[in-house]
């Protein structure tokens, strides 16, 4: 089987990690961790980094940083995990939902104006696929109505929106380091603020709400979100080859935009002018000309000994916030497009050029 992604662990990996098992500093103290954070903020241009235990909780710490009151809404794309949603609904918020671009599949700015309300709080950006989200336009109504912008970068790390990278681009911004993702520290997040009282809440909230004075004396409920220090030196080790990543998820890109370009029946990913796209998963999206959907194909693949992965599945869709009255009778149709027709193909960084090619050619064989 050819997997959809592998990670890819070096000598210096393994090296940083057995030097913080060494130090003795193996929970959530140490060198590493505060590495980490600097290098991270400092890479994406934003002042504070608190690294937490994964992409899930650095969406949680973000929000609660909002300080929600019942029912005060947040705008963010329907076409994305369920992490952003869910920290939303938590916190007693509500997600109001925006349809996705046909052709970049980020969420559609120009829908984002008519959704304001005199409840919103936040507009939430979610970079999908490794393309940044259209900024200007979600920074300008922002500043109209006074929202915090958040971006979930989990999956763009590297991306660039006229030349400034994801993640440093709003108030505040989450990633994951999940072993499929451009950097990994195994399971690991980081939330990145511009405000350093935002910047001191968010390390409270990842540690229990101790306090500096007085220890065992909570003012607040927190939680057990921190990453350990071996973690973070998995990190530290993958930041140093940030860029040599970044390029080969570009080639591999490249070596299938040039294998399936012209190919009837699917579209490949995008790369909008003033985008630099990392390409965390390579998608295609189906023609319904075809006749087959993205289920139709993986099966297909599958049986080629081809991984693949469905699309999002919109959130106005999902069962569990169905059973809660939300989005009722609300449609996105380009989001349920891309749910139906869309699959991401194999690309991890330890792919080779040979299985590359058998991929394009297996999807060109199992096209009508
Ligand atoms: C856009 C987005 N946000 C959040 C997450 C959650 O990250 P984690 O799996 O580290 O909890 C993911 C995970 O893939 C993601 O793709």
């Known amino acids: 089987m050819i997997p959809v992604a592998e990670p890819e662990i070096t000598e210096q990996d393994i090296f940083l990690v057995n030097e913080a098992l060494k130090s003795g500093w193996i929970s959530s103290a140490g060198k590493y961790l505060d590495l980490f954070e600097e290098k991270w903020s400092a890479y994406c241009g934003m002042p504070y980094g608190i690294a937490v235990s994964n992409g899930s909780v650095a969406l949680d710490v973000a929000i609660e940083l909002l300080d929600l009151q019942a029912g005060d809404e947040v705008i963010m794309p329907s076409f994305t995990i369920i992490s952003p949603a869910q920290s939303v609904v938590r916190a007693g918020g509500v997600p109001v939902l925006v349809d996705s671009d046909p052709a970049t599949w980020q969420m559609d700015v120009t829908q984002l104006e008519s959704k ?85 809440r968010a390390r409270s909230l990842r540690n229990l709400c101790f306090q500096k004075k007085q220890r065992f004396l909570h003012d607040e409920l927190g939680y057990n979100f921190r990453l350990t220090n071996p973690q973070a030196a998995m990190g530290v080790s993958q930041i140093k080859r940030i860029e ?125």
């Open 244 to 368: 040599t990543i970044v390029d080969r998820k570009r080639n591999i890109a490249a070596s299938y935009n040039e294998l399936l370009a012209g190919v009837e029946g699917i579209s490949l990913p995008k790369e909008e002018l003033w985008a630099k796209n990392v390409f965390w998963v390579y998608g295609i999206v189906l023609d319904e000309k075809t006749g087959i959907d993205a289920a139709d194909l993986s099966e297909m693949l599958r049986n080629r000994g081809i991984e693949t992965r469905p699309f999002f599945l919109g959130m106005h869709l999902q069962p569990v916030f169905q059973k809660m009255g939300l989005f009722r009778d609300e449609c996105y149709p380009v989001a349920e497009f891309l749910g139906r027709q869309g699959l991401y193909i194999p690309s991890g960084l330890t792919i080779t050029e040979r299985q590359i090619l058998q991929v394009a050619d297996s999807i060109k064989d199992c096209l009508p």
């Open 116 to 200: 304001v309300t005199s409840r919103t709080k936040a507009i939430l950006v979610v970079h999908i696929y490794g393309h940044p989200a259209e900024m200007d336009t979600v920074l300008d109504v922002a500043r109209k109505f006074n929202l915090t912008v958040v971006e979930d970068a989990a999956e763009a790390h590297g991306a660039e929106y006229k030349g400034r990278k994801c993640g440093g681009l709003g108030d505040i911004s989450t990633f994951s380091f999940y072993a499929n993702k451009l950097i990994t520290t195994g399971e690991g997040g980081m939330v990145l603020v511009r405000s350093p009282e935002m910047a001191e």
